[in-house]
């Protein structure tokens, strides 16, 4: 069994941060992968970012080295650094921690910017 939990969303105002945790406890010794989602009102969700468990990491084209993901998938931990937010980052930010060939994941946390 595992658990996902994130935290850190929030209000924040456009040009602001945020930094967002996730923590992934359970039977998994290392995880494969961690990634981030997000999810806007009435759009599908969309992937984020990702880190390897070689550390090997991938940004989504939009992110434009606004975000920052770290972690350590080995402990189930990552966090995903938001700089620079638009009000189109507004959206639930999901936390997926890949294990071959299962995909767990956390509730979300919801973060929003105003313009």
């Known amino acids: 069994q595992v658990h996902v939990v994130e935290s850190g969303g929030g209000l924040v105002q456009a040009g602001g941060s945020l930094r967002l945790s996730c923590a992934a406890s359970g039977s998994i010794f290392a995880f494969h992968a961690m990634r981030w989602y997000r999810q806007a009102l009435g759009k599908q969700r969309e992937w984020v970012a990702t880190i390897m468990r070689d550390g090997t990491i991938n940004y989504a084209d939009f992110v434009r080295g606004r975000f920052t993901i770290s972690g350590d998938n080995a402990k189930g931990t990552v966090y995903l650094q938001l700089n620079s937010l638009k009000p189109e980052d507004t959206a639930v930010y999901y936390c997926?921690?890949?294990?071959?060939?299962?995909?767990?994941w956390g509730q979300g946390t919801r973060v929003t910017v105003s313009s």
């Open positions: 997926n921690a890949y294990h071959a060939p299962e995909n767990y």
